[in-house]
């Protein structure tokens, strides 16, 4: 099976406590890292994680409050450090470029790679990233600041070859692409072969959907229909829902509420406040909504279930 | 006793590890905390070793390389969040205005508090920062950038009164505090009560020098002369002296001698490399040279000895 999973490195909130780090999380897609925000401390947690530096090329962070990318400049300066040569792209909304360039210009002055920016508008989904195997889509959020959550899609693999019904029916390599895309093979005698013969169906596809910070926000609903995991902060217990409103941040139940009608195959929350001393208690409100929900931790990996 | 201690947050180096955290540091001098230098992670470092934000009024900042100070962004949202009302003074070498301002802008536009910028010449000692106990000097290093340490020296406090004697010679209340400077007590019939009657010692003064980070500067030996404390950089072991030249660091042997000839009462070494696994070895080295040589680490707490 491809890979496809997710290792939390922070999922505290603004406030600094002694439980949890500030946001950041790292997806791994078939051996390619995307982190999602970038707290202080996050390249520390990344080394606890033992993650691979140079498998990271792109971040994406959901917005400019500083508990979602305190973490870069120092992230940045480590891999001057280290020498990467490898282009880092960070996606983030505007803003962004204009507090870290002077921050870049002092320290970074021997720069060994090149870093860029790309700013995007938070009004309406757009995709920005695609690569043979994924593509990532902004999901507009309702926080204080311009806020977008994240879509990671897999695209649909190839379908994978039976090497012996290759050879059995004698097709050239050149075929094989076109084959794998779906295609049937013709013979020259104009005898067609059904992909079937030839194939077996590509690995599954799969989706993850990170949306923090919000308040409830069910027009999101329909971009994250049947993910197979949502992060859904939840920030707030349901007792403090006005907390939550007043703020622009969600509650468990809220979160629930949101995997429940998007129908989602499971919910992870995060992004707890720093009141609550026994998050087994969000975890139950949440489930009494939607039963299939789970409690983020620093170096929790979530793996796609198929 | 009046307290006089230091509590180290972090004494790694740039690279980040897993043993330890970037440099900073905590003064209490009678329980007024000065942080000197604010790597990231810091605002947790300080809420682990239980140190209260409220005494914190004055950060000093080495140089501008990020591990010194790509904690003050987070440390400076909290203390907004907090709804912090008093002034927080900050002293770094020129520079970190321009890079801290564009993100104050944008992340503290409803700030509850000031935040004022001192930025200091490097060439010459200065003092930066004086109140009722305390003078703060810097030290000038030698670092790829501007870079200062700094020394900590307590005044010289007032005598302590002998209650009973004040008692005995009927002393009014408006004559206390010359007799606490060391003036004697005229009598209204003329006789003169010593000093030495009437008080006891002040408490003994104490001072503490950070140098760090630096190349062997033995131009500063005579401006940490006699110190109680000396924390001193030492990146390097001895056999990597190359290697501390040519990045402007120092090696153990370096440290140790600056400490020897300053006659130090004790000197703390850090900022350690994390190439070295064992950091007894370090202090072995040191100690060779000076033995009353400690380590640093995260959350080690010194205090002055008379």
């Not at 400019?64 to 990318?69: A, I």
């Not at 013979?187 to 308040?215: F, M, R, W």
Request: hydrophobic content about 40%.
């Amino acid at each position: 099976m491809e890979k496809f999973e997710l290792t939390i490195l922070g999922c505290g909130s603004a406030k600094p406590t002694l439980k949890h780090f500030p946001s950041s999380q790292v997806l791994n897609v078939r051996d390619k890292l995307f982190m999602i925000d970038c707290g202080e401390g996050t390249q520390m947690q990344y080394c606890k994680n033992r993650l691979p530096f140079n498998r990271l090329n792109n971040i994406f962070i959901s917005h400019l409050h500083g508990d979602h990318w305190f973490g870069l400049p120092g992230l940045i300066s480590t891999f001057n450090l280290q020498g990467r040569t490898a282009e880092l792209h960070i996606y983030s909304p505007q803003g962004l470029e204009t507090m870290m360039k002077p921050i870049m210009d002092y320290c970074n002055y021997d720069m060994t790679y090149q870093v860029f920016f790309h700013e995007f508008d938070t009004e309406n989904p757009i995709v920005i990233f695609e690569d043979r195997t994924l593509t990532v889509t902004t999901i507009p959020l309702k926080h204080r600041v311009p806020t977008c959550g994240f879509l990671f899609e897999e695209k649909m693999g190839l379908r994978h070859i039976l090497r012996d019904m290759i050879d059995a029916y004698e097709i050239p390599i050149a075929y094989i692409n076109n084959i794998r895309a779906g295609e049937d093979f013709v013979q020259p005698d104009g005898v067609v072969i059904a992909n079937e013969k030839l194939t077996t169906d590509p690995s599954p596809v799969h989706s993850y959907a990170y949306c923090s910070d919000t308040k409830y926000a069910p027009e999101i609903v329909e971009q994250v229909r049947g993910v197979d995991l949502l992060y859904h902060e939840a920030t707030y217990a349901a007792e403090d829902a006005l907390k939550a409103e007043k703020h622009f941040h969600s509650t468990t139940l809220q979160a629930a509420q949101i995997a429940k009608d998007a129908e989602v195959k499971r919910l992870v929350i995060g992004h707890f406040s720093a009141r609550y001393t026994d998050e087994n208690e969000l975890l139950k409100e949440a489930k009494s909504i939607f039963p299939n929900t789970l409690l983020a931790d620093e170096g929790k990996v979530f793996e796609m279930i198929d």
